[in-house]
C-alpha cells in the first residue's frame, strides 16, 4: 500500500510514470529496488498499477485510483477544509445578502478557482410547488388511472398496470391515504411522504406507491427550469496532457452539449458524494477523466448538483475536501 499510494501521489504531482529506481533513491522504504520492483509487478497483476508505453515506469490505473480514494474515505482521512478566506466564502455564498441563482454561479466560479479545475453545476428550480388533489380511478381489473393536480395547474394522468386485482374497498382506502397525507405536501418532501404511507401498507401496495412516486417525480422535474452553469475550463492547461490541442478540443467540445452536463452531474439521487473514475463514466468521451459532484439545496425550490471534472489523477484528497466545504455552504 506505501508504494502503491506514494506511485499515486507521485504521479498527481508530476504526470509521470514512476520506476523502482526513483522510489528506491526518492523514498524511505528500507528495502532494495529490486523488492520494490517485485511489489510493483504484484501490484500491477492486481491491476492497481499499469505499464506506461513510453517507459519502464507504472503509474495508477482506475483500479487503484479506486482502490486510494476508497481508503481515503473510509478511514476518515478527508478533512473539513479551512481557508483564510473563509468568512468572505460565507458571505458571498450567504442567503441573506444573495439570491440563489447568483448564489450557485459564485459557488461554481470559487469551486474552480480553489480546485484549478472545471467546476459545473446543474440548478433545478422548481415552477411545481405543491400537490393540490391526487386520486385514482379504476379502469379495468388490473389498470388504474392517476390523476394528479399541481398547484400552478398542471394536471397530470396516467395508466398504472397492475399484475395483481385491487378491491373497491381498497382503492377507496389509498386514494383518502394519499390525499389525507400528499394534498398540500412540498414536492420536494415526497419521498419521505411516501415512505410514511408504505409503512401502513402491504408488500404488493408498496410497489404501487413507488410507481406513483416515480411518474409524479418525473412529471415535476419536467416542469422544472435547468440552469447549467461552467467555470474554470481553461484549468484544463495546468495539466501537460492537454498541451494536445486536439485533445483539449476534445475535451472543451464536451461542455457544449448541455444533455451531456446534465448526464454525468445527474446520477447523485442519494445526495451524497458522487465519484466516478476513468472507465466507470458511462459517457466514452470521459473515459480518461475523474467527475466528483455533491448535492446541494439552496432553498425549497433550488436544488441541484455541483463538481468538477478532471482528469484521473487530480488531487482526490484537496478536491474532495473542496467540494464538501463548497457544497456544505450552499446547504447551510
Known amino acids: 500500500m506505501q508504494i502503491l499510494f506514494t506511485i ?35 501490484l500491477e497483476k492486481k491491476g492497481l498499477l499499469k505499464k506506461a508505453h513510453t517507459s519502464s515506469g507504472r503509474l495508477p490505473s482506475d483500479k487503484g485510483y479506486r482502490f486510494f480514494v476508497n481508503y481515503l474515505l473510509e ?27 447568483d448564489i450557485v454561479n459564485s459557488a461554481t466560479k470559487i469551486l474552480a478557482g480553489i480546485t484549478n479545475l472545471t467546476a459545473v453545476s446543474v440548478t433545478y428550480k422548481n415552477q411545481i410547488k405543491s400537490i393540490s388533489n391526487i386520486e385514482m380511478l379504476r379502469v379495468n381489473d388490473y389498470s388504474l388511472l392517476l390523476i394528479v393536480v399541481y398547484d400552478n395547474g398542471l394536471i397530470v394522468n396516467d ?26 405536501s412540498n414536492i420536494l418532501h415526497l419521498p419521505d411522504k411516501i415512505r410514511k404511507i408504505e409503512e401502513k401498507l402491504n408488500l404488493n401496495y408498496k410497489y404501487l406507491l413507488d410507481v406513483i412516486q416515480t411518474k409524479m417525480e418525473n412529471e415535476s422535474n419536467k416542469d422544472s427550469s435547468k440552469e447549467i452553469k461552467i467555470e474554470g475550463l481553461g484549468n484544463i492547461f495546468n495539466f501537460k496532457e492537454f498541451d494536445d490541442i486536439v485533445k483539449a ?31 466507470e463514466n458511462e459517457i466514452d468521451q470521459l473515459k480518461e477523466n475523474t467527475i466528483i459532484t455533491s448535492y446541494f439545496k439552496v432553498d425549497e425550490n433550488t436544488i441541484g448538483t455541483i463538481g468538477v471534472v478532471g482528469l484521473t489523477r487530480i488531487n482526490y484528497k484537496e478536491v474532495i475536501e473542496s467540494i464538501k466545504l463548497v457544497s456544505d455552504l450552499l446547504n447551510q
Open 159 to 184: 395508466i398504472i398496470h397492475l399484475n395483481y386485482g385491487i378491491e373497491a374497498c381498497d382503492l377507496e382506502f389509498l386514494n383518502n391515504l394519499l390525499q389525507r397525507e400528499l394534498i398540500g
Open 8 to 42: 499515486i501521489n507521485s504521479y498527481i504531482l508530476g504526470g509521470e510514470p514512476v520506476g523502482s529506481k526513483s522510489l528506491a533513491d526518492e523514498y524511505s522504504f528500507d528495502v532494495s529496488a529490486a523488492t520494490i520492483r517485485n511489489d510493483m509487478s504484484d
Open 249 to 279: 478540443k476534445e475535451f472543451i467540445n464536451l461542455f457544449e452539449s448541455p444533455d451531456i452536463i446534465t448526464d454525468f452531474l445527474a446520477d447523485n439521487n442519494d445526495k451524497n458524494l458522487v465519484i466516478t473514475i476513468g472507465e
Open 75 to 101: 478511514n476518515g482521512l478527508i478533512e473539513k477544509k479551512s481557508r483564510p478566506d473563509l468568512t468572505k466564502l460565507k458571505k458571498t455564498l450567504d442567503k441573506r445578502y444573495n439570491n440563489a441563482s
